[in-house]
């Protein structure tokens, strides 16, 4: 009875009173295994990226932020410029020996200098001779007991050759 039932179930006798069973379709089913390391790897790869693009975006703000503030610099520089030109041609006006003489004659009252025959003449003070300097005397550093003998040899022939050619010598 039970392989009657069993039979009827599946359809192996056509019975009225049950509908047609449906067929039952098989298929696998795969799984999908993923492997944590790799994955891992990925992650840390795209954050690195991340965190690298993000650091060149602050970069390139920085950079920007500090290029508007050297051109504002450069602007006042240039202004303090033309104020010192500025100021400079009023020094050299204000210190100009017409302005010097209209404000003595005008304002403290003096009189311009009579001439009377006298003549003011400078004094420069008569510069004794110097002894010829010679080349390596005039090298920044010079300093006679730390050179070598050869530098010392090539030095002493130089100034041979200046001696030589010394007119009447």
Known sequence: MLAAKNQEAYGAYPSSTHPAPRR??????????VNKEKLLGRV????????????????QALLAQTQHRLAVVRDEI????????RLQYELADLSSSQRIEV?????LGMKPAESDGRQ????????PETPEITLYMQAPGYLGTERGVLQRVADWLSGAGRVMAVPGY
């Open 120 to 127: 003011l003449l400078a004094y420069t003070p008569v510069l």
């Open 44 to 59: 840390r790869f795209v954050a690195i990226l991340l965190l690298l693009m993000t650091a060149n975006i602050l970069v």
């Open 78 to 85: 240039r202004e303090m410029e033309k104020e010192i030109g």
């Open 24 to 33: 039952v379709k098989i298929r696998k089913v795969y799984r999908m295994r």
């Open 103 to 107: 404000i003595a004659l005008n304002d």
